[in-house]
Structures are given as structure tokens and as C-alpha cells.
């Protein structure tokens, strides 16, 4: 009894790792097969630089170009304006100088406070005719008989009581004429004997006139 017992559970054990046996190879992923046959690769033929070069122009899109003209009347018209622009510019810029050295001239002219006094003096005063004429005949025999580098013109000499007044201008067409004219024309007339009688003096200069304020009085 017992060893029909046995065998029965041994039968059972059998079937039972059968079964399972069985069942895990039946469920069991199955590895996909591998093809190793590999096909050879074609290699392409050899094409040269020029056709590939025309095969990707042949690709391209085509395009037009067109020329645009060059415009050189409106190139130059613009130079022009900018030039007159600039020509403007120098223009303004001159007439703004003109007007400050002008000005400085006119500074420099102006009189002096002495020189205003004599200038009030002269106006106040009546002529003494024997002594003004006298006086002015001097200077214009002086400025005829004077051996000077180059002679100034006379503009006018005009004498009061005590005062006189002189203008002179330098000669025209003669651009040499300058200061040092009027340096050696002023050195020459204080050495004149008619000259020695004046005491005070004021005067003002430029290249092109020459103008004297003197006075017997101090």
C-alpha cells in the first residue's frame, strides 16, 4: 500500500516539472533570427569637380541681374552742393574774422583819455592865424625838401592857438609803405626845429595812415 503510494507521488513530481518545463519554454521570448548575409555596398561612380559643380548650378534657381546704371550727374551734383556748402561755410567765417579785427582797429583808434583832452582843447580853441599858418607851412616844406625812403601824402594840418592836428596817409600804389615809414618820418621830425616847440604829443598808426595830435602847453 505505502509503495503504491510512492510511486504515485513520484509520477506526480515527474508530471508536475513536466508541465512546468513545458509551460516556461512554450512562454519563453524567442531571439529574433540575424541575417549575416550582408549585400555589398555600391560605391557610386567617381564624378569630377566640374560635374558636380554643374549638377548644384543646374539646381540653383535661376536668377537675373540686372545692371543698375551708375548715376555720376547726381554724384557730381551732390560734390557740387557739399562745395558750395563748404565754400559757404569759410564765407561766413571770413566775414566774422573781418568784423572782430575790424573792430579791434576801431579799439585801437579810438582816443586815448590824453589824447581825447587834446582833441577837446583843439575844438575849444580859435585860430591864431600868423602862428597856425606858420606851423602848417612847415610841415609841408619839410615833407617836399625831407630825403624820406618813400614820401607820405599830406592829408591835412590844421593849427589852433597851441594845438595842431596832422593826417598823413601812405603814397598809393606803393604796397612797400608800412610802419617803418612812419617810424622814419616821426624820427626825421622831432629833430625839425619848428617841431621842438611842442611839448605834449599823442598819435595813432597804421600801415596806411598816420595821424598826429600836438601841443605847445604841457
Same mark, same amino acid.
Given at each position: 500500500?505505502? #509503495?503504491?503510494?510512492?510511486?504515485?507521488?513520484?509520477?506526480?513530481?515527474?508530471?508536475? =516539472?513536466?508541465?512546468a518545463?513545458?509551460? @516556461?519554454?512554450?512562454?519563453a %521570448?524567442?531571439?529574433?533570427?540575424?541575417?549575416?548575409?550582408?549585400?555589398?555596398?555600391?560605391?557610386?561612380?567617381?564624378?569630377?569637380?566640374e560635374s558636380?559643380?554643374?549638377?548644384?548650378?543646374?539646381?540653383?534657381?535661376?536668377?537675373?541681374?540686372?545692371?543698375?546704371?551708375?548715376?555720376?550727374?547726381?554724384g557730381?551734383?551732390?560734390?557740387?552742393?557739399?562745395?558750395?556748402?563748404?565754400? #559757404?561755410?569759410? #564765407?561766413?567765417?571770413?566775414?566774422?574774422?573781418?568784423?572782430?579785427?575790424k573792430?579791434?582797429?576801431?579799439?585801437?583808434?579810438?582816443p586815448?583819455?590824453?589824447?581825447? =583832452?587834446?582833441?577837446?582843447?583843439?575844438?575849444e580853441?580859435?585860430?591864431?592865424?600868423?602862428?597856425?599858418?606858420?606851423?602848417?607851412?612847415?610841415?609841408?616844406?619839410?615833407?617836399?625838401?625831407?630825403?624820406?625812403? =618813400?614820401? %607820405?601824402?599830406?592829408?591835412s594840418?590844421?593849427?589852433?592857438?597851441?594845438?595842431?592836428?596832422?593826417?598823413?596817409?601812405?603814397?598809393?600804389?606803393?604796397?612797400?609803405?608800412?610802419?617803418?615809414?612812419?617810424?622814419?618820418?616821426?624820427?626825421?621830425?622831432?629833430?625839425?626845429?619848428?617841431?621842438?616847440?611842442?611839448?605834449?604829443?599823442?598819435?595813432?598808426?597804421?600801415?596806411?595812415? @598816420?595821424?598826429?595830435?600836438?601841443?605847445t602847453?604841457?
Amino acid at each position: 500500500m505505502i #509503495k503504491n503510494s510512492l510511486w504515485s507521488l513520484l509520477l506526480a513530481f515527474i508530471a508536475g =516539472v513536466t508541465l512546468a518545463s513545458g509551460y @516556461f519554454f512554450l512562454t519563453a %521570448p524567442r531571439p529574433t533570427q540575424q541575417h549575416t548575409d550582408v549585400e555589398p555596398i555600391q560605391t557610386p561612380p567617381k564624378l569630377s569637380r566640374e560635374s558636380v559643380e554643374i549638377a548644384q548650378i543646374d539646381v540653383l534657381p535661376s536668377v537675373k541681374v540686372e545692371k543698375q546704371p551708375v548715376d555720376s550727374d547726381l554724384g557730381s551734383e551732390h560734390s557740387k552742393e557739399q562745395l558750395q556748402q563748404q565754400v #559757404k561755410e569759410l #564765407k561766413q567765417a571770413l566775414a566774422v574774422q573781418k568784423a572782430t579785427v575790424k573792430n579791434y582797429q576801431k579799439q585801437l583808434r579810438a582816443p586815448s583819455d590824453f589824447e581825447q =583832452v587834446l582833441l577837446d582843447k583843439f575844438e575849444e580853441q580859435t585860430r591864431n592865424e600868423e602862428w597856425a599858418y606858420r606851423t602848417e607851412t612847415a610841415l609841408k616844406d619839410f615833407l617836399l625838401t625831407a630825403d624820406l625812403t =618813400v614820401a %607820405p601824402e599830406l592829408v591835412s594840418a590844421q593849427c589852433k592857438t597851441s594845438v595842431c592836428k596832422f593826417e598823413l596817409v601812405a603814397p598809393e600804389d606803393n604796397d612797400a609803405f608800412d610802419h617803418t615809414q612812419w617810424r622814419e618820418l616821426n624820427d626825421r621830425l622831432v629833430k625839425q626845429d619848428f617841431w621842438q616847440q611842442f611839448k605834449t604829443s599823442a598819435s595813432t598808426s597804421s600801415d596806411d595812415d @598816420f595821424k598826429l595830435l600836438l601841443s605847445t602847453e604841457q
